[in-house]
């Protein structure tokens, strides 16, 4: 499995960023999807994450209401949409997919994600 994400980029504080994560070489819509940031000298932390269906997420406390998961199985995409952005959001931000098909929530652990993207870089400024 591969992933490629994109949209990242430099925006100011209070603005808006949707970022994309397309899927292939596997069976993308039995798996959740999660998407995770880790800035200059902090650990990885779970951003938030989308059930294998599309119709159950859950995010971190401090992007919730602020940040959105929608998936679209038939193009094999994920996407997080991002918006009243805070400078403390300034990550690289990567997707990854559960190693777990057809779980009915939601993992917050990276290591129950088994694929991840590279990641792309969000900037946001103050």
């Known amino acids: 499995v591969q992933l490629q994400a994109s949209g990242g980029g430099l925006v100011q504080a209070g603005g808006s960023l949707r970022l994309s994560c397309v899927a292939s070489?596997?069976?993308?819509?039995?798996?959740?999807m999660g998407w995770f940031r880790q800035a200059p000298g902090k650990e990885r932390e779970f951003v938030g994450g989308?059930?294998?269906?599309?119709?159950?997420?859950y995010y971190q406390a401090s992007v919730k209401g602020r940040f959105t998961i929608s998936r679209d199985n038939a193009k094999n995409t994920v996407y997080l949409q991002m918006n009243s952005l805070k400078p403390e959001d300034t990550a690289v931000y990567s997707c990854?997919?559960?190693?777990?098909?057809?779980?009915?929530?939601?993992?917050?652990?990276?290591?129950?994600?088994?694929?991840w993207g590279q990641g792309t870089q969000v900037t946001v400024s103050s």
């Open positions: 990854a997919v559960d190693r777990t098909p057809l779980y009915d929530g939601v993992h917050y652990n990276a290591y129950e994600y088994e694929y």
């Open positions: 070489g596997g069976t993308f819509s039995r798996y959740g």
């Open positions: 989308i059930r294998w269906s599309g119709g159950f997420t």
